[in-house]
């Protein structure tokens, strides 16, 4: 059972958490070269690579920026799941996994 939750972990949620951290660091980076100007809405590609990664990323964000309001235009939310997202990748998971650790008996 164990090696079992290694391997999932290793193979399957390791990365898909990871796809995930370069998601917001994606999305981040789109945010800002939309509001400095450096990209225009206006342009057809930049409104659909902003429409999936907004497809993608605010079902995961509006949960906590109900419960988090902006500090002026900072929004913590992206940084908050970002934190909970390496939290889970690099603790929890781990933590969870490392108790199924067959005991020696003694």
């Keep these: 059972m164990h090696s079992l939750l290694v391997a999932i972990y290793l193979y399957f949620l390791s990365p898909l958490l990871t796809l995930l951290l370069f998601l917001i660091f994606a999305y981040v980076i789109m945010s800002w070269l939309i509001a400095f100007g450096v990209v225009s809405m206006h342009n057809q590609t930049v409104r659909q690579i902003q ?8 079902p995961m964000l509006r949960p906590i920026q109900r419960h988090v309001p902006p500090l002026g235009q900072l929004d913590l939310s992206v940084f908050l799941l970002a934190l909970g997202i390496m939290f889970t990748k690099d603790w929890l998971l781990p933590t ?9 008996g003694y």
């Design 51 to 58: 429409s999936a990664l907004d497809s993608v990323m605010l």
């Design 96 to 104: 969870i996994i490392g108790f199924t650790r067959p005991s020696l």
